[in-house]
C-alpha cells in the first residue's frame, strides 16, 4: 500500500507518505483516480490552470489526463500524506457488465478534474483506510478490489450523474492538433500518446503536426518549452530552478544547456540581466 514517491498512483488502493517535496515524473493519468489529502498540498497543474488541493479535500480526476504534480509537506516540515484509489477503465467495464449497466447516451457538464465534499458514503470509505496507514498494513488482493467496488458505489451516491463519467467510454475522435499543441505542450510525456490523445495513429501525427507546424514535433516542443523559459525569466519573477520542470525538462542541464544553444546565452545570464534592469 505503500508506494513509490515519484509516482502519481500506484494501482488500485494506496497511501503515500512523504516529507520532501516530490514532482512526480507521471505527467499522464491513464485511469480515473479518487483521492482525499490527509495532510500537506497537492500542486497539479493542467492545460488551464494550477490548482491547490489542501489537507481534507477530496479530488477525482478523469482518465486520459495531462498533469503534473507536486506533493508538498505541511509548513511545519510534516509528512504529505495521501489516499487514492485508481478506478481502472478493465474494472469499470467489467463492474458494468456484472451489473448490466448501460451506456445511456448523457453528456454531463463534470470536469476532468472535480472537487467533492463527500456524502457519508464517500466519507465513510475514506475513514476506512485510516486504521490501515496508521497501523502500516497493506490491503489484500480481496480487499483491493472491496474497496473499488466501495468506491464505485459511494460515487454513484454522491452525485447520480458520476455514473455517466464514471462509465463513460468515448472512442477518441481527431481533434484540432493546433490548438491541442498549444495548450499542452509543457507535458513530457511520449510522442505516442500526444498521438493517441489528439485520435491519430503516430504515422499520421507526425504528418499532419509537420503540414501545420511546419517542423517535426520534438523540434517544435522543445522551441516552445524554451519560448515560454525565455518569457517567464524575462518576467523578472522567475528562476531557472522554479520553471525548469513546470515546462516539461527532465533536468537544470539540460534545460540550460538547451537554452543557451536557442538563445545564446544561459538561462542565468537572462535572469541577471533582467534583475539588474529592474
Known amino acids: 500500500m505503500q508506494v513509490d514517491p515519484k509516482a502519481f498512483y500506484f494501482p488500485n488502493v494506496a497511501y503515500f507518505s512523504g516529507t520532501s517535496k516530490e514532482h512526480a515524473q507521471e505527467e499522464f493519468v491513464r485511469e480515473h483516480v479518487l483521492c482525499h489529502i490527509i495532510a500537506g498540498e497537492l500542486r497539479f497543474t493542467d492545460a488551464e490552470k494550477d490548482t491547490i488541493g489542501k489537507p481534507g479535500e477530496t479530488i477525482l480526476f478523469r482518465r486520459n489526463l495531462l498533469l503534473k504534480c507536486e506533493k508538498r509537506p505541511t509548513p511545519e516540515g510534516g509528512p504529505f500524506k495521501i489516499v487514492y484509489f485508481v478506478l481502472e477503465k478493465e474494472f469499470l467495464q467489467q463492474y458494468a457488465l456484472k451489473h448490466g449497466l448501460k451506456r445511456t447516451g448523457i453528456h454531463t457538464d463534470h470536469k476532468p478534474i472535480l472537487f467533492i465534499d463527500p456524502k457519508p458514503a464517500l466519507k ?103 519560448n515560454a523559459a525565455y518569457d517567464a525569466l524575462a518576467s523578472g519573477n522567475k528562476m531557472p530552478v522554479d520553471i525548469y520542470l513546470d515546462l516539461g525538462f527532465e533536468d537544470i542541464a539540460h534545460f540550460s544547456r538547451s537554452f543557451k544553444n536557442e538563445f545564446g546565452f544561459s538561462p542565468s545570464q537572462l535572469t541577471a540581466k533582467t534583475r539588474k534592469a529592474v
Open 124 to 226: 465513510g470509505l475514506i475513514q476506512s483506510i485510516y486504521p490501515y496507514v496508521e497501523a502500516g498494513g497493506f490491503f489484500s488482493e480481496a480487499m483491493i478490489q472491496h474497496k473499488l467496488v466501495e468506491a464505485i458505489l459511494a460515487l454513484q451516491e454522491q452525485d447520480e450523474q458520476l455514473e455517466h463519467w464514471l462509465f463513460d467510454f468515448p472512442q477518441q475522435g481527431k481533434i484540432d492538433l493546433q490548438d491541442f499543441m498549444q495548450r499542452n505542450y509543457m507535458f513530457n510525456v511520449p510522442m505516442t500518446k500526444f498521438a493517441e490523445l489528439t485520435g491519430r495513429s503516430l504515422s499520421t501525427f507526425q504528418r499532419d503536426f509537420h503540414r501545420i507546424f511546419g517542423m517535426n514535433a520534438t523540434r517544435w516542443l522543445l522551441k516552445r518549452r524554451l
